[in-house]
């Protein structure tokens, strides 16, 4: 299938969307705080609303990386460059701040499922974080000659939701237990942050080395 990327590509780009899944931030935050003030209910449809909120940034990224291949390949080069380099600051910033995880129950009454899915939705959209990283992340993944650039990004920003939710899901379901026993245990966000650090490092020296070909 032409939307498809190569294997290789596919192995890379799901190792790396799995490591963010697992790596603590303000989507995971936010879904535990809801858990543990509304119910697993209430952080399942967070999860719902980040997700949705992903699907919005994996649209305009697809459709504005087209827009700029067709624009400028060399643009599109420099983009994917500042991308590798974006890459080693994030693996640069989980060394030397490394993961926090420090969640509280929402106080006040429960959260309607709606609200608590448009909590996670705004939360995720008007990330700036969010925003530069999927600007910068999914064209790594994908070649500035390759005809069906716009499928192949849509179809890695849906799989980025399919590997990514079955986690955050997991992550609500333990919520409790789960967000304890993380702030208890600091070695193991540091081994993530170490992990995180490594794999983003190798990626970026990779990218990079590709361009200089």
Do not use: C
């Amino acid at each position: 299938m032409q939307f498809l990327p190569d294997l290789t590509t596919f192995v890379a780009f799901s190792i790396a969307t799995w490591l963010l899944a697992i790596t603590p931030g303000p989507d995971m935050t936010i879904s535990i705080s809801r858990a543990l003030s509304d119910g697993k209910l209430g952080g399942a449809m967070v999860v719902l609303g980040t997700s949705s909120g992903i699907v919005v940034h994996t649209l305009l990224v697809a459709f504005g990386v087209s827009a700029l291949i067709i624009a400028s390949p060399t643009a599109f080069l420099i983009l994917k460059t500042g991308g590798a380099g974006y890459l080693v600051w994030l693996a640069v910033q989980a060394i030397s701040y490394g993961s926090s995880l420090s969640v509280k129950p929402v106080d006040g009454p429960a959260n309607s499922g709606m609200k608590n899915l448009l909590s996670g939705f705004w939360v995720n959209l008007l990330n700036p974080k969010v925003i530069i990283f999927f600007m910068t992340f999914l064209p790594q993944f994908v070649s500035a000659s390759d005809p069906h650039v716009t499928g192949k990004l849509i179809f890695l920003g849906l799989w980025f939701i399919v590997i990514g939710m079955p986690v955050n899901l997991g992550i609500v379901l333990t919520a409790e237990k789960l967000s304890g026993w993380l702030q208890a245990n600091t070695k193991v966000l540091r081994g993530i942050d170490y992990t995180f650090a490594g794999v983003f490092s190798l990626f970026a020296v990779k990218i990079l080395m590709t361009q200089t070909k």
